[in-house]
C-alpha cells in the first residue's frame, strides 16, 4: 500500500515536472496562410470604409505607394490595387499616361499581421531512448492573430508638382481568436466578414 502510493505521488511529480506554460508573441513571416491573408484583406477593406478623398468624380489621378521599407511592407502592389479600385468606385479615372490632374500619394503607415499565445499544459513529447510519444494536453491554449492597416493620402497637383493636401489617417483592425481548454473544449471569437452567400 505504502509502495503504490509513492508510486502514484511519483507519477503525480512527474507529470507536474512535464507541465510547461509559454507566452509568444511575433509577427508572422510570408508566406502567409489563408487566415493570414483574410485577415489583412479585411483590416484593408476596413480602413477603406472610413475613407473620404475629397476630389470630384470624373477626375484623374495617379496613385503612388509608399511604404517604410520593402522588407517592411512586401505587399505595397496589393494596398495599391486595393486603393486604386476604391478611388474607380468613388468615380475617379486611372488612365496610367502621365497626364493625370492629381498625384495621390499612399503613405502606408502599418500593414501587417501580429500572432500571439499562450500554452499552459504538457506539450508534445517526442520518444527518445523508447519509442513513445505523448500529444500535446493542454490545461488552457489560446492564439490570437491580428491585422492591422494604417495609411494616409497626400494630394499633389500632378502637373506642378504643387502639394494640396493631406488626407486623416485611416485604419483597419481585424482579429481572429481561437483558444482550448481542458485538453477538447474549443471556442473562439473573430470579426471577420462571412463569405458571401
Not at 37 to 51: G, P, R, Y
Amino acid at each position: 500500500m505504502i509502495r503504490r502510493s509513492f508510486a502514484m505521488f511519483g507519477f503525480g511529480l512527474s507529470a507536474l515536472s512535464l507541465i510547461g506554460c509559454t507566452v509568444t508573441g511575433r509577427s508572422t513571416d510570408t508566406p502567409r496562410t489563408a487566415n493570414e491573408q483574410l485577415i489583412l484583406d479585411q483590416s484593408l477593406e476596413q480602413s477603406l470604409a472610413h475613407a473620404r478623398i475629397p476630389i470630384p468624380p470624373d477626375m484623374t489621378v495617379a496613385v503612388e505607394t509608399v511604404g517604410l521599407s520593402p522588407d517592411t511592407v512586401p505587399d505595397k502592389g496589393f494596398v495599391q490595387a486595393g486603393i486604386e479600385r476604391w478611388l474607380g468606385r468613388q468615380g475617379l479615372r486611372i488612365p496610367h499616361d502621365k497626364q493625370e490632374t492629381y498625384l495621390l500619394r499612399v503613405m502606408i503607415h502599418a500593414f501587417g499581421t501580429n500572432t500571439r499565445g499562450f500554452f499552459l499544459g504538457i506539450p508534445p513529447v517526442q520518444g527518445g531512448l523508447f519509442p513513445i510519444s505523448l500529444p500535446e494536453l493542454a490545461i488552457f491554449k489560446s492564439e490570437n492573430q491580428s491585422g492591422f492597416t494604417r495609411f494616409s493620402i497626400d494630394i499633389y497637383e500632378r502637373s506642378s508638382g504643387r502639394f494640396l493636401m493631406s488626407t486623416p489617417t485611416y485604419e483597419g483592425y481585424t482579429y481572429a481568436k481561437g483558444s482550448t481548454a481542458l485538453f477538447f473544449i474549443t471556442f473562439g471569437s473573430s470579426n471577420l466578414n462571412p463569405p458571401a452567400p
